[in-house]
């Protein structure tokens, strides 16, 4: 019998149904969430801002956007094919403009390096699309690998 391998958009894809249930957070800002793509060591992805993802001046939270950041990290490891993408040790998110309700950000994430034990990302949230998106956040976020735990455990 031959293994089958996922694409890295399978992937991605098969990551996100797994988190998505667990995590009331993502839930709530990434419901909506739409993959247009996966290569290996990277993603994108849409998302219209809604209501949930704004703050009291009516543009995107920077809370939304942390999350965002974290959230795209993690997918991209996924598009590698580890199952496990593993915990955050750093985040740093430069908030550069806004969005607001109606708006569509196309979230681009991409894997700089990972190794044996940590993962670390770039991620770029730009609102509008194709030639005229502009730059809302860049983050860059760390992670560490948790691989398979049972291999790892003796006796």
């Known amino acids: ?4 391998t996922k694409t890295p958009l399978e992937s991605v894809q ?16 990434l419901s909506d969430v739409v993959f247009e793509g996966a290569t290996e060591g990277s993603m994108v992805a849409k998302l219209k801002v809604t209501e949930n993802h ?4 009516k543009g995107l939270h920077g809370s939304v956007s942390a999350t965002i950041v974290d959230w795209a990290g993690g997918m991209a490891i996924a598009s590698t094919g ?12 430069s908030y550069v403009s806004s969005a607001k309700v109606g708006d569509t950000l196309t979230i681009e994430a991409k894997v700089s390096r990972v190794g044996t034990n940590m993962g670390f990302t770039t991620v770029t949230i730009y609102k509008g699309e194709g030639d005229n998106k502009s730059v809302v956040v860049h983050g860059t976020h760390s992670k560490y690998i948790l691989r398979d735990r049972q291999a790892s455990k003796t006796g």
């Not at 019998?1 to 089958?4: D, G, L, R």
């Not at 098969?14 to 800002?29: D, G, K, V």
């Not at 704004?54 to 001046?57: A, M, P, W």
């Open 54 to 57: 704004i703050n009291s001046k």
């Open 82 to 93: 580890l199952e496990q993408t593993g915990v955050s040790t750093d985040i740093h998110v």
């Open 1 to 4: 019998m031959m293994a089958t």
């Open 14 to 29: 098969a990551c996100w149904a797994r988190i998505s249930q667990a995590s009331p957070i993502y839930q709530l800002t």
